[in-house]
Structures are given as structure tokens and as C-alpha cells.
């Protein structure tokens, strides 16, 4: 099988639903890259995988290191990487020098940056110099000390702000554009109005395509379940469950047991 380009997943627009996942490391890229169109190294990674408080401490060299992993696992999905906060904001030039970089060291084959109307001139400069862009607009996480918190956007008056910015972005080049925590009439009506695939994150059924995270779609934050996160598994509380039996049967020496130990081999014997 062919791999998918973002050329693929432009054509996509109004055909059947765009199917994808954030990844982080080469096993669970492996496990999605038969299902998956595109795979995101989303800069979600530094909340999900490091601890960090928000995705503002992301850095390139952290993008860098997961976009390499999840490459490893890819053969068929097209991998989109995160440009990380501060490395595209200044203008153009910056944004180019970093996205070469991403897709150079990663194998990637397209870059996603926040911003609509402010971000237009960018993206027109990546696109036009070979650089897919997958834009990303509504709630954009890296702005999340200026937009005063993770709330829905583009309700009421603010409604027109995010369709200027999905306009811009298409018109600019972008060959996706994510909407995040958007209301579902305007998510419905973006994708209607323009010319590319919207992919909705809590956004609206309607949309050309869906991402989520896939630690939370697996339910590996039993603390954590945002309204718009559907849990598909419950990997952390199996996770805790496994890691408790370990622990009582290593305290009562019932792990491990005659199977998960080596016996003496009597001499010539075959050894294991
Ligand atoms: O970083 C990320 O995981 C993302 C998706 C939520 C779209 O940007
Ligand atoms: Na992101």
C-alpha cells in the first residue's frame, strides 16, 4: 500500500470521515497505522507523556525525539507533527527554518501550527515553499494564557472571529485545518463554507474528519475526562489493577512462580 500524503487527505474533503490519533512512541503508531489516515505527534505530548502543566514548555528537541519514534511505527499513515510554542510565532523565516527541521530530522510529512487570520502569512509562505501545513484553530492550547482558560470558542459574536480564521487559513494553503471546542453549528457551518477538511476535536460529528488524544480516548487519566473525550478503553485503571497484583503476589512470593524460573540443567540437557 501507497503512503498517505496531505495531498490525500485535502482530497478527502466531503468524502468519507478523515480518521485520526495523537502518537508519541513507535508501539502505539504501530497499533494505529493500519486505521489511522494521519497520525498527529501532537505537542500534547508534553502533558501526556512528561508532566508538564500546559503545552507551553514543549520543545523542539522534545518534538523531535517523539516525531522520530512515532516514524519508527508509521508505514502507511501520513505522520503530522506539532510546530512546539515559540518556534513559528516571530514570522515566516522562523517558521520555515523549524518545519524544515521538524520534517527533516522526523521523516514527517506535514507540520500543524495554532492561529487563523494572524498565521495566514506564514502559512502561505510554508506552503509555497513545500512545507504542508495543517492549520489548527478555535481553542488553540499554546495560547491558553491569553484566551484566559480551556473554554469553548467562537460562541456567539465570537463566532465570526473563527470563521475569519478558517477562511484565512484555507485561502493561505493549508491542506486540513483542526477545530477545537468549537459549537457544533459553527463547526458544521465552517466545514460547509471552505474548501478543505475540517478535523474536529469536540467540535461536531459533521466535520471531514476527527482527532483525539489517544491517552485520553484509552482512559489512561481516570482524573482527567474532558466533555468532548469519548473513553474507548480503560487502560489506567487496568494499568493500576496489574500493578497491584504484582506487587501483592511479590510480597507473598507467589510471583514468580515454577514457569518464570530457570531450573538447574542437568549436564548435555537442553538449556532454556
Ligand atoms: O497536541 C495535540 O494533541 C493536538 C490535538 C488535540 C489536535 O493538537
Ligand atoms: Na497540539
Given at each position: 500500500t501507497k503512503a498517505i500524503t496531505a495531498e490525500d487527505i485535502r482530497a478527502r474533503k466531503g468524502q468519507d470521515p478523515i480518521v485520526s490519533l495523537t502518537a508519541y512512541t513507535t508501539p502505539m503508531a504501530g497499533l494505529m497505522d493500519d486505521t489511522c489516515d494521519f497520525v498527529l505527534v501532537g505537542d500534547s505530548v508534553g502533558m501526556v507523556l512528561h508532566g508538564l502543566p500546559s503545552t507551553l514548555g514543549v520543545t523542539m528537541e522534545m518534538m523531535v525525539l517523539h516525531g522520530q519514534a512515532v516514524a519508527r511505527g508509521l508505514k502507511r499513515a501520513l505522520m503530522v507533527i506539532d510546530m512546539p510554542?515559540?518556534?513559528?510565532?516571530?514570522g515566516p523565516a522562523q517558521a520555515f527554518g523549524n518545519a524544515a527541521r521538524l520534517m527533516r530530522e522526523t521523516g514527517a510529512g506535514a507540520v500543524k501550527l495554532e492561529g487563523g487570520v494572524e498565521m495566514a502569512e506564514t502559512i502561505r509562505f510554508l506552503v509555497k515553499r513545500g512545507i504542508p501545513v495543517m492549520a489548527h484553530i478555535g481553542l488553540t492550547p499554546q495560547s491558553i494564557n491569553t484566551l484566559g482558560g480551556y473554554k469553548v470558542q467562537g460562541r456567539d459574536e465570537q463566532a465570526e472571529t473563527v470563521i475569519a480564521d478558517a477562511h484565512a487559513v484555507a485561502e493561505a494553503g493549508a491542506f486540513a485545518v483542526v477545530l477545537e471546542k468549537v459549537p457544533q453549528v459553527l463547526a458544521d457551518q465552517i466545514t460547509a463554507e471552505i474548501a478543505i477538511p475540517t478535523i474536529g476535536i469536540g467540535a461536531s460529528?459533521?466535520?471531514d474528519g476527527q482527532v483525539l488524544v489517544l491517552d485520553d480516548m484509552l482512559g489512561m487519566f481516570a482524573a482527567f475526562k474532558p466533555k468532548f473525550v469519548k473513553r474507548y478503553a480503560d487502560l489506567g485503571p487496568m494499568a493500576e489493577a496489574a500493578i497491584k497484583e504484582y506487587a501483592t503476589e511479590v510480597r507473598s512470593r507467589s510471583f514468580p512462580a515454577a514457569e518464570h524460573v530457570f531450573a538447574d540443567a542437568a549436564p548435555g540437557a537442553k538449556k532454556d
Open positions: 510554542f515559540g518556534s513559528y510565532e516571530e460529528a459533521g466535520c
